[in-house]
């Protein structure tokens, strides 16, 4: 390309200033031009404002520090985006590091297919974390799963997607009802190709992610995404059918999990797997009964108002 495209590069942060400088260390290392990106910090309310972390990167890096109250990932995404100047939005989260070329892979992939969102590879950076190493394993499947055709793919992650900004925009972004991290980017993927667009899986690009996890952010970590797969319901009727007619899940998960590991460790990621969709179940059942309470409340509030 003559003139190589521009991305607004977008990262929500919260409580993680450690992850966050070492995200903006990676990308002050990016082998892009940098009159051709910005970077796009959204503060979603930390107690402990950011600028110190951000501060040392503005020589290196065109940086923009945006704060919000506490809403979640989904809007501060959105808030992030609302503000951006780049042709391409690229996502990615705080405590993530792209690798060197990821403009440069993207660039190439959006040379030939301008209008379609680019999924990235997420790799695991912290291999001998087991919880780090399931939870990586179980997105790795999600990928082998939704994506066995990278040109019709139907699944990303926010730690590594991108996707042209006019569209983002058209679709009104993420869904902001989403207040915990997951389920917000299979919901934006779903209604993406919903409208006829399309979404491509590129494992050229490649982002490193350095997710430190112990038995209890593991939980926390999967019960949120049962809350996320409760909201997608909830948001989607076609998604809901669309996942009846998947081949079966959990038989192709265990497989998966036998044929990329071996001995203990088969024995030992096998069992944080089955953790991890008791916890998903447990968030799944937890939303289900919170959104029905909610409801129940605003019909009974509803009806007194209505007497009155």
Known sequence: ??????????IPTYQRPAQLSTCLRALAHLDYPRDRFEVIVVDDGSETPVDKVVAPFMDELTVILLRQSNAGPATARNTG?????????????????????WL???AARFAVTPTDAIAGRTLNALPDNPYATASQLLVSFLFTYHNADPSQARF????????PADTFRALKGFDPTFPFPGGEDYELCTRWLSHGYRLRYAPEVVVYHT??????????QHFHYGCGVSDMR???VSWAE????????FRRLFYYVCTQTRGR??????ALLVMSQVATLAGFFWEQRRQSLAARARGVGGGVTKQG
């Not at 390309?1 to 977008?10: A, R, V």
Request: charged share 20%; hydrophobic share 40%; proline share 7%.
């Open 242 to 249: 669309e996942q009846r007619r998947q081949p079966p899940f």
């Open 211 to 220: 997710h430190l996890l112990n038995l209890r952010t593991f939980w926390r």
């Open 265 to 270: 460790q088969t024995a030992r990621l096998m």
């Open 234 to 236: 909830r948001a989607s």
């Open 104 to 106: 440069c892979t993207l």
């Open 156 to 163: 990303a992650t926010t730690s590594n997607l991108a996707l």
């Open 81 to 101: 985006a609302a503000r951006a100047h780049g042709q391409f939005l690229a996502f990615t989260d705080d405590d993530c590091a792209p690798a060197p070329d």
């Open 1 to 10: 390309m003559d003139q190589q495209p521009t991305f607004s590069l977008i």
